[in-house]
């Protein structure tokens, strides 16, 4: 069983900063891509960033040049670093890993933004 487990959240005021961390129980390499996802009370989880295996990745247009997602093989962790953050950017953030056939879910961190 895979376990993730995110750190970071917290409260900030617009226009500052966070730092997002996804700690994994295996090799990250050992999945296709890794994510992170984000939902706002009454809204769809949504994808915010996302990098393959390979090392590509992609962003909501929301977030691009604001966000950005790295990794560390030797630490297994996938960080997530939050610039300029906005009050539309509030929400319950999830990290997720992705093989072939199962999809796996960290238990979410909350981010606050103030305006």
């Known amino acids: 069983q895979v376990q993730l487990v995110e750190y970071g959240g917290g409260l900030v005021q617009a226009g500052g900063s966070l730092s997002l961390s996804c700690a994994a129980s295996?090799?990250?390499?050992?999945?296709?891509?890794m994510g992170w996802y984000r939902q706002a009370p009454g809204k769809q989880r949504d994808l915010v960033a996302r990098?393959?295996?390979?090392?590509?990745?992609n962003y909501a247009d929301s977030v691009k040049g604001r966000f950005t997602i790295s990794r560390d093989g030797a630490k297994n962790t996938v960080y997530l670093q939050m610039n300029t953050l906005k009050p539309e950017d509030t929400a319950l953030y999830y990290c997720?890993?992705?093989?072939?056939?199962?999809?796996?879910w960290g238990q979410g961190t909350q981010v606050t933004v103030s305006s």
């Open positions: 997720n890993a992705e093989t072939p056939n199962v999809q796996y």
């Open positions: 295996r090799r990250i390499f050992s999945f296709n891509a």
């Open positions: 990098i393959t295996s390979g090392g590509t990745t």
